[in-house]
């Protein structure tokens, strides 16, 4: 057995893994639905402990999910156990050994890195409401396109055009995935765009999906041209001001009125890996839902459409298509 077939087992024990060498950030702590705290990434690790022959185990930072983690444990160390006993001990060599001490490292600075930014973002939160006002009128005076009763009809056109021509995307509502009278919800935006009324749905995904998929799933979405911004929990004043700070960093280009209690800021997607963590640090922090900054395949509020409320979901912001695309591919891959 090699370091890649423990992996293995470990992630059928306890499903997506992010490794670093034998160590690994779980997707989810066995017993999430247990922690009394809000969860952040890197919570709950796994050490498989291969280079000094110690117990594989998974550690939790919270304490009410002690006994599931027990558990899982257990899972791990007997599934590692039989598959040993039947394809024999890991061979490492040395060079295998000094690279993963090293990845270990790296793993442990981010992880620091990570909290600092974590802790100066929670702390400067006061700072930035004040500094970065932005109230939702200002926002939408100071609009690149002005929104006219006229183009608040073709809002989910304007929305669309944000995407490339040839890009395939999902429009629909939670439960449309798959063909539905033998066209799916996924579909090249050109043809979003020859319809005649707007789509059957009031969601859109941020992400681009592999070209003829019918489901709406992460395996599916493969590029990230927009990171999406939105909060149930932040009101309308402090949202826009977060989103102004945020256009320091990132380029805006729509922000969408959810036709209930929130707004959705589209941004262009951060160009570097680095930048891309920093952003999965920092904002849940700030008050956004985790779930569209790191989702893949989770949606948003499309312009235009009328939720089950009756209300508009309304385009107050919008910075219309980048007319330097063509022939260009300005997305930043999912896998980074």
């Not at 929104?147 to 021509?165: D, G, I």
């Amino acid at each position: 057995m090699d370091i890649e077939d423990i992996q293995e087992i470990a992630e059928d024990v306890l499903g997506g893994i992010s490794w670093e060498g034998d160590r690994g950030i779980l997707d989810e702590c066995p017993g999430h639905f247990l922690h009394t705290n809000p969860t952040k990434d890197g919570d709950c690790i796994v050490y498989l402990n291969l280079d000094s022959n110690g117990v594989p185990t998974v550690f939790c930072f919270h304490q009410s999910c002690k006994d599931e983690v027990e558990e899982a444990n257990g899972e791990l160390r007997e599934a590692i156990r039989e598959a040993v006993a039947t394809l024999g001990p890991v061979v490492k060599s040395k060079a295998q050994l000094i690279k993963e001490y090293h990845e270990r490292s790296k793993w442990r600075s981010r992880m620091r890195e990570k909290a600092v930014l974590q802790r100066k973002a929670k702390e400067a939160l006061p700072k930035i409401l004040k500094d970065f006002a932005w109230s939702p009128r200002q926002v939408m005076d100071e609009s690149p396109v002005k929104m006219t009763a006229e183009q608040a009809k073709q809002a989910w056109r304007m929305h669309v055009s944000l995407f490339r021509p040839t890009d395939w995307i999902w429009i629909g509502d939670r439960h449309h995935s798959g063909p539905v009278h033998g066209v799916g919800h996924i579909r090249t935006a050109e043809r979003w765009l020859m319809r005649s009324s707007i789509p059957d749905g009031q969601l859109i995904c941020s992400c681009l999906f592999s070209p003829g998929s019918k489901d709406r799933t992460d395996e599916k979405a493969y590029l990230r041209p927009f990171l999406v911004l939105e909060s149930d929990t932040l009101s309308f004043a402090e949202s826009c001001a977060l989103f102004r700070w945020c256009r320091q960093f990132l380029t805006l280009r729509a922000i969408v009125f959810s036709g209930n209690k929130s707004l959705h800021a589209w941004f262009n997607y951060p160009k570097t890996v680095e930048a891309m963590r920093q952003a999965h640090a920092i904002l849940p922090m700030l008050g956004f839902d985790e779930r569209l900054i790191v989702g893949r395949s989770q949606p948003s509020r499309l312009a235009g459409a009328i939720r089950d409320n009756g209300r508009t979901q309304h385009l107050i912001w919008f910075d219309g298509p980048d007319k330097g695309w063509e022939g260009k591919l300005p997305y930043t891959l999912v896998s980074q």
